[in-house]
């Protein structure tokens, strides 16, 4: 029987999947990773208030957890990552400051999911850590297993996953990335599960009213980020109060009437200016992403494959071309739209999970 560290978020995955490490003989600790949001209308990360909604970390969720942890009888703890997690809140604050789009999910899962909780597993001699993600873990007779698309395509989370240590997936479980949501809603059902019909967390956790301007505020209220709107012409064409307010390829809420759609093509952070234009001019044949992770052996020439911009998008045919240490060259077969820097270039072979990187 291995030992596993199990982190359970009181969601209706995490939950189903100690069920199904039970069914497959494990002995399963549960954890809930503790980010410093509480429960009430007013939360607070560090020195920063938070007006929580629906996130993934509250102290409900945690209460979810710990019944469905006493109705499987598996021990259960709750351990206060808020040091580490204020380093994640610190990089999203950051990174819209450069005026670039960070993604945290794939921070904390590379930073405390399956990075601070393989320590914790490792002081309780806990074989594995598992999660609720869905992606799979597939055994290609290799030293690692490799890391693939979840079997249900609308919930799979292998994009999110791209940036942990590939030495570590021999020692990851994904038991619910073999199942489609819908027969996990049931399962969890038919077991007396209350998260049964809990609805999925779609927000970042330390923001769950989604207003990432008025956070980021908070947290840097001396930051003035405010400046000019303009054509891809350099006409001036108004104001906006930061540029942590939009990202690439935004089409809403640009706060100007233009005759037909407009969209932010480009971020300036040293002048402040963003560039708004038609959506042609959102094509990009290529990319550089810097900060690779390959969960393959590092290619050392030219690599064919499908790659991802964004956690929603589709992957696109493109050649990847690794010309230094960390760095990559995306080129796409056609013009890919939306290209953020500061999102993840994920690259893929069908289903598996090759590597991925920055977008710079």
Sequence with gaps: MSKVVLAMSGGVDSSVAARLLLDAGHEVVGVFMRHGIETGQSCRVGETPVRHKQGCCSAADAA????????????????????????????????YLAGRTPNPC???????????????????????????????LVDVGQSVPALMRGLD????QAYVLFGIERSRLSRMLLPVGEHHKSAIRVLAEQLGFRVADKRDSQEICFVPDQDHARFIHERRPAADTSGEIV???????????????????????????????????????????????????????????????????????????????????????????????????????????????????????????LGGGWIE
């Design 64 to 95: 979810d957890a710990r019944r469905v942890a006493d109705l499987l009888a598996i021990p259960f703890y709750a351990l206060n990552f808020d040091e580490q997690f204020e380093r994640i809140v610190d990089y999203f604050v950051d990174e």
């Design 106 to 136: 794939i921070v904390c899962n590379t930073w405390l999911k399956f990075g601070k909780l393989f320590e914790y597993a490792d002081s309780l001699g806990a074989e594995f850590v598992a999660t609720g993600h869905h992606a799979r």
């Design 153 to 156: 395509d609308a919930k799979d």
């Design 231 to 353: 054509a891809s012409d350099g006409t001036v064409v108004g104001r906006h109060d930061g540029i942590e307010r939009y990202t690439i390829g935004q089409r809403k809420g640009l706060g100007i009437a233009f005759g037909d759609r407009r969209f932010v093509v480009r971020i300036e952070p040293d002048t402040r200016r963003v560039v708004v234009g038609e959506q042609h001019e959102l094509a990009r044949n290529e990319l550089t992403a810097a900060g690779a992770n390959w969960l393959i052996e590092p290619p050392t020439g030219p690599l064919e494959c499908q790659v991802k911009i964004r956690y929603r998008s589709r992957p696109a045919g493109a050649l990847v071309e690794p010309f230094e240490e960390g760095r990559f060259r995306v080129r796409f077969e056609e013009p890919c739209y939306g290209v953020a820097p500061g999102q993840a270039a994920v690259c893929f072979e069908g289903d598996r999970v």
